[in-house]
């Protein structure tokens, strides 16, 4: 089946400090991605859409400046959470789009944690 | 635009027992694609059924199976013979094969089921 990697799992950073997350489509290549952020117990919010070799398209009350998002080849997106501060702490997941049937593969997750 | 709904912020059920989760959708586009996802305490989503909405059968997987009313915009989710492994967070969600949000998908709130031996 379709794998897909998140790197780190978990990262504890300062604030004001930025952090990078990797997305990797392991054995398939993915056209798009996606990110969503979670906080616990809640549902997945999506932040936005990755396409390769394009701009990423932001979800309405995302900023763009904050979560940079970068989607360099078929099998690697990053989100980057620039000046990060405490209210950044979340679970964010990613997701990659292998177009055979509309269904998404999603990463294990990366647990932030800003202090 | 779309919305899922899932009523049942928490659901319980005894090992071995039957229990069903509730989902109601709603979305302009006559094209879409419907899923239940699981995700357990290690936070994993993992695919459980999907559903195509031109398709009348409904879909099963083994102790897995769904109600879909199309006419209701309904979508519900049985699990049969339910084991301790089955306790997670369900979420029901919906993606359009056309219009402006083509290719996202829309998620519940999700469902956090308890299984009790």
């Known amino acids: 089946g379709a794998v897909v990697s998140q790197h780190p799992s978990w990262v504890i950073c300062k604030s004001g400090t930025s952090v990078k997350i990797e997305c990797r489509s392991l054995?398939?290549?993915?056209?798009?991605m996606f990110w969503y952020r979670q906080f616990p117990k809640q549902s997945l919010m999506l932040m936005a859409t990755?396409?390769?070799?394009?701009?990423?398209?932001?979800e309405q009350g995302v900023e763009k400046d904050k979560f940079l998002i970068n989607h360099a080849s078929l099998t690697l997106s990053t989100l980057t959470v620039t000046s990060a501060h405490p209210e950044d702490s979340s679970f964010y997941i990613c997701?990659?789009?292998?177009?055979?049937?509309?269904?998404?593969?999603f990463g294990p997750g990366t647990r932030l944690t800003v202090t | 635009a779309q919305t899922v709904t899932q009523s049942q912020p928490e659901m319980s059920v005894q090992e071995a027992e039957t229990v069903t989760l509730s989902c109601t959708y709603d979305?302009?586009?006559?094209?879409?694609?419907l899923f239940w996802y699981k995700q357990p305490p290690s936070r994993q989503m993992i695919l459980v059924i999907r559903?195509?909405?031109?398709?009348?059968q409904n879909a099963t997987e083994n102790r897995f199976s769904v109600n879909f009313q199309k006419a209701a915009k309904s979508f519900s989710l049985k699990i049969s013979d339910s084991q301790l492994g089955d306790a997670a967070m369900y979420f029901c969600?919906?993606?359009?094969?056309?219009?402006?949000?083509?290719?996202?998908?829309?998620f519940g709130q999700g469902t956090i089921l308890t299984v009790h031996p």
């Open positions: 997701s990659a789009d292998a177009r055979s049937s509309y269904e998404q593969y």
């Open positions: 054995d398939f290549q993915a056209t798009t």
């Open positions: 990755s396409n390769e070799g394009s701009k990423a398209t932001y």
């Open positions: 979305t302009s586009e006559s094209d879409y694609y």
């Open positions: 559903q195509e909405a031109y398709k009348q």
């Open positions: 969600a919906l993606i359009n094969a056309g219009g402006t949000s083509y290719g996202k998908l829309t």
